[in-house]
């Protein structure tokens, strides 16, 4: 099998059926199976995923007939342990991890080919490449920002603090152009089957943030490429899962995930310098 993409969704069910639609309109000349894990939502998305599921069984004809699979989770297990039930029974080459907040483009270069096929065609032709991201573009069109270095000490705590570190940002990046990066932004994380036979999952210790910052990091580390095209262009509209959490408890599991993330690569004086700032990132989460 071609492909493997797996949506972890979490009350977002008007996002995950444009979703779901974009996929079945750009998966055609592929073999792939479609992974929807819904981690407890509470506006209805079960009830919707299961007369969709339902409806699509009755329909011989429908592009994810007999390649669709639903895991309904009764709590929120989080991003990298629901991506990680699906990862366990997926059969694909490759593995798609896509957030519901997304819609695959048409590519203006190559409107006779999906995203789909060209993330898989610039695999096929990069074979040291383990991960790939493509260009993400914000629901007005306009470009979103995706690749980002390595955090160090200061760059995710000035950014927590709303500034704009350039550095850790990775301001200077080209998105016209294709090339090897530190990381890519989770929500379209394309990854090669002998990566994960060869680092293993997503860390479940990570509940949201920084599962695949520490992904690309284990794989730099065990000698693969991490990878950014432009060639493939998904539109995404962006955090709206998690733009229903309070900002006091984003502050918290951000940095709860950041400071494992520190800790777990032995970066012991970015961890200090972080969990001294915990506190100040709190208080300000009050006034915003």
């Not at 997926?90 to 096929?117: M, R, W």
């Not at 629901?139 to 000490?153: E, I």
């Not at 760059?155 to 850790?168: C, I, T």
């Not at 293993?200 to 599962?211: Q, R, S, T």
């Amino acid at each position: 099998m071609d492909l493997s993409i797996i949506i972890v969704s979490w009350n977002v069910r008007k996002y995950l059926e444009c979703c779901l639609a974009s996929i079945a309109a750009g998966a055609e000349g592929l073999s792939f199976e479609v992974f929807v894990v819904d981690n407890a939502s509470q506006d209805a998305t079960r009830e919707w995923l299961v007369n969709y599921e339902s409806g699509i069984r009755n329909n011989g004809r429908h592009p994810f007939h007999n390649s669709l699979f639903i895991i309904h989770n009764s709590t929120n297990r989080g991003f990298a342990a629901a991506n990680n039930q699906a990862i366990a029974q997926a059969k694909g080459k490759y593995i798609l991890l896509l957030n519901p907040d997304t819609e695959l483009c048409t590519t203006p270069n190559f409107v006779q080919h999906s995203v789909l096929y060209m993330m898989l065609r610039f695999m096929e032709t990069h074979p040291r490449s383990g991960i790939l991201g493509p260009k993400l573009l914000n629901s007005d069109g306009t470009l979103q920002p995706s690749v980002r270095r390595f955090p160090n000490a200061w760059g995710p705590l000035l950014f927590s603090l709303g500034m704009s570190p350039k550095r850790y940002l990775a301001t200077d990046i080209d998105y016209t152009k294709a090339q090897q990066v530190d990381q890519v932004m989770g929500a379209a994380f394309l990854i090669r089957r002998e990566l994960i036979n060869a680092i293993g999952m997503l860390d479940e210790k990570f509940f949201i943030w920084f599962e695949e910052v520490d992904y690309c990091k284990r794989a730099k580390s065990a000698g693969w490429e991490v990878w950014y095209t432009p060639d493939a262009v998904v539109l995404h509209h962006g955090g709206e899962s998690f733009a229903q959490v309070l900002t006091m408890k984003k502050q918290w599991m951000y940095s709860k995930s950041l400071l494992y993330y520190f800790r777990k690569h032995g970066e012991w004086a970015a961890y200090a310098l972080n969990i001294a700032a915990v506190p100040f990132r709190l208080l300000l989460s009050l006034f915003v």
